[in-house]
């Protein structure tokens, strides 16, 4: 079946490290991929998107590459900030499930001054 | 601004009771979704909509129900059958048409918690 997994949390970086949090699926086909973002209390909001494999999503500064050959979608960042402190999930959608997600366990992320 | 609006933030309610969250949008989207999330699990599908007066189950149904009675408005009860009623419940909707790629929109979210 479908599903999504994230490297386990809680990550903590001091400012300006390098991050990457690893996300690998299982899927039919080749479908979209996502990260979304959950800061403190509120929901979730679309990070990036990549539609199509060697697609590479970008935003923020974040980035992240889909690679059907290693069924990969890691989401990187040069250098964090103390903003970027949050839960990232990484999403599968289900086309013939009316577009439902399938999201991995989301990975917490605090960056320290 | 269009958007997801769900409320209220915050429901306290008693074991026993009915409760009912409310999820409204002015995106214009035809699919609506509900989630819950709970420490460690990641968030699980509870009920989809991708039409007015349609709905079905998601991964877990159970003990909750939905009405989808206007294109923007797609109310979730917990209902007193619902075993682990206190979560953090999300509302989304987007444009899904079959086969496209359409990104989910997120409400803010209802914290629930039944004592």
């Given at each position: 079946g479908n599903s999504v997994t994230q490297m386990e949390g809680p990550v903590t970086l001091s400012e300006e490290a390098f991050l990457t949090i690893n996300c690998t699926y299982t899927a039919t086909g080749y479908p979209s991929l996502f990260w979304y973002v959950q800061y403190p209390g509120e929901g979730l909001q679309l990070l990036l998107k990549a539609t199509k494999a060697d697609d590479k999503g970008s935003n923020k500064g974040f980035e992240a590459t889909y690679r059907k050959e290693t069924t990969s979608f890691h989401l990187e960042k040069g250098s964090v900030q103390v903003s970027d402190s949050a839960v990232y999930f990484c999403a599968l959608p289900?086309?013939?499930?009316?577009?439902k997600l399938i999201f991995g366990q989301g990975t917490e992320l605090s960056v320290k001054p | 601004d269009g958007g997801i609006t769900q409320s209220p933030k915050y429901l306290f309610r008693k074991e026993g009771q009915n409760v009912t969250l409310s999820c409204e949008q002015n995106l214009n989207h035809d699919a609506m979704y509900w989630y819950r999330q709970d420490p460690g699990q990641g968030l699980r599908l509870i009920y989809y909509s991708q039409i007015v007066n349609d709905f079905q189950k998601g991964d877990i149904a159970e003990g909750y129900s939905v009405s989808r009675e206007k294109k923007e408005s797609f109310p979730l009860t917990v209902t007193s059958a619902q075993k682990n009623p206190t979560a953090f419940y999300l509302c989304a909707s987007s444009t899904h048409t079959g086969g496209s790629a359409s990104p989910l929109h997120f409400g803010n979210g209802t914290r629930l918690t039944v004592t």
């Open positions: 289900l086309y013939n499930q009316g577009g | -």
